[in-house]
C-alpha cells in the first residue's frame, strides 16, 4: 500500500523559498512507472497542479508554466522521498499543498496548509 | 495556455441521472489526455474517482461511470445519492504536464 507522509513549515515570509517534502511508502521515487506531483488548491485559484518529477532511464521535472521560472521538484533516492521548493514566494502562493502519485491518482499525502506572510 | 472547461454547477434530482464534461482549448479530448476526475467534499482532499478515462478505483461507486463524449471527457452519475453533492474536477494530461478544470458543483436537490 502506497502512503505519502508530508512535512515542512506552514509558514513561510514573503520573497522567500517555500519547502516541503513528501516521503514515500510502498513505493519507489525511482519507479519506472509512477510520477511524483505536488498540487495546491486555494479558493483564489482553484486546484492547481505545479509540477512532477519521474524516472525513466533518466530524471525527468515537468513544471506548470506558471510557476516554472520560481519551482523546482527534486528527487531524493537515498531517503525516498520528493521536495517542492518555490521561491520568491507572495501572499498569492497560500494554499492548500499535496503530494501525489499520478499512476491513478489514488495516492495523496495528508496535505500542508502553507502562509505566506510576514 | 491550456485551458480545461468544465460546467460550473449542475443540479440533478435523487435517483436521477447527470453527465459532467470536460473540454480542451486544444481540440477534442482523447484516451491520449488520460482523463481523470476527481470529487471533493466540503473540508477534504480531493479524491479520485475515475482515471485513464473509464477506470474506477477499488472505492469508486459502480454508478460513477467515465467516458468519452462528443470530443470531451465525461462522468455520469447513475441513479444519483444525496452523498454525490460535492464539487468535481476533472484533470488532463498534455505534453509537459497536467491541467486541472475549473471544477462542476453539483446540487442534489
Known amino acids: 500500500q502506497v502512503q505519502l507522509q508530508q512535512s515542512g513549515p506552514g509558514l513561510v515570509k514573503p520573497s522567500q523559498t517555500l519547502s516541503l517534502t513528501c516521503a514515500i511508502s510502498?513505493?519507489?521515487?525511482?519507479?519506472?512507472?509512477?510520477?511524483w506531483n505536488w498540487i495546491r488548491q486555494s479558493p483564489s485559484r482553484g486546484l492547481e497542479w505545479l509540477g512532477r518529477?519521474?524516472?525513466?532511464?533518466?530524471?525527468?521535472?515537468e513544471y506548470a508554466v506558471s510557476v516554472k521560472s520560481r519551482i523546482s521538484i527534486n528527487p531524493d533516492t537515498s531517503k525516498n522521498q520528493f521536495s517542492l521548493h518555490l521561491n520568491s514566494v507572495t501572499p498569492e502562493d497560500t494554499a492548500m499543498y499535496y503530494c501525489?502519485?499520478?499512476?491513478?491518482?489514488?495516492?495523496w499525502g495528508q496535505g500542508a496548509l502553507v502562509t505566506v506572510s510576514s | 495556455q491550456t485551458v480545461v472547461t468544465q460546467e460550473p454547477s449542475l443540479t440533478v434530482s435523487p435517483g436521477g441521472t447527470v453527465t459532467l464534461t470536460c473540454a480542451s482549448s486544444t481540440g477534442a479530448v482523447t484516451s491520449g489526455y488520460h482523463p481523470t476526475w476527481f470529487q471533493q467534499k466540503p473540508g477534504q482532499a480531493p479524491r479520485a474517482l475515475i482515471y485513464n478515462a473509464n477506470n474506477r478505483h477499488s472505492w469508486t461507486p459502480a454508478r460513477f461511470s467515465g467516458s468519452l463524449l462528443g470530443g470531451k471527457a465525461a462522468l455520469t452519475l447513475s441513479g444519483v445519492q444525496p452523498e454525490d453533492e460535492a464539487e468535481y474536477y476533472c484533470l488532463l494530461y498534455y505534453s509537459g504536464g497536467w491541467v486541472f478544470g475549473g471544477g462542476t458543483k453539483l446540487t442534489v436537490l
Open positions: 510502498g513505493d519507489s521515487v525511482s519507479s519506472n512507472s509512477a510520477a
Open positions: 518529477t519521474f524516472y525513466r532511464s533518466k530524471w525527468y521535472s
Open positions: 501525489v502519485r499520478d499512476v491513478d491518482w489514488g495516492n
